[in-house]
């Protein structure tokens, strides 16, 4: 099981940035797929944006031109750059990979993002 540990969580101000990182203890060069989900209080776990082994990005339509999904493979990490912060961010981030297709997701335990309006 490849092990996933989300940092750069905070409180920040509408407008604000942060980057969430999420290191992998495996080498994520030929990963599948890897993502990031978020799940606000009292709502369901939702998929915010994807990046496959080819460089093909997903971003969900409430992030889609404000949130970037990047992979830096030589250190075997995922970043979601986040810009312009709404208060409707606010969630627990989670970082999710696929190493293979035969192979299900293996998820981080989560960092929170609090956006304060």
């Not at 776990?45 to 409430?62: F, K, M, N, Q």
């Amino acid at each position: 099981q490849v092990q996933l540990v989300e940092s750069g969580g905070g409180l920040v101000q509408a407008g604000g940035s942060l980057r969430l990182s999420c290191a992998v203890s495996g080498s994520i060069r030929s990963f599948v797929a890897m993502a990031w989900y978020r799940q606000a209080t009292g709502k369901q776990r939702e998929l915010v944006a994807s990046i496959t082994s080819a460089d093909s990005t997903y971003y969900a339509a409430s992030v889609k031109g404000r949130f970037t999904i990047s992979r830096d493979n030589a250190k075997n990490t995922v970043y979601l750059q986040m810009s312009s912060l709404k208060p409707e961010d606010t969630a627990v981030y989670y970082c999710s990979a696929r190493p293979s297709l035969v192979r299900d997701w293996d998820w981080g335990q989560g960092t929170q993002v609090t956006v304060s309006s």
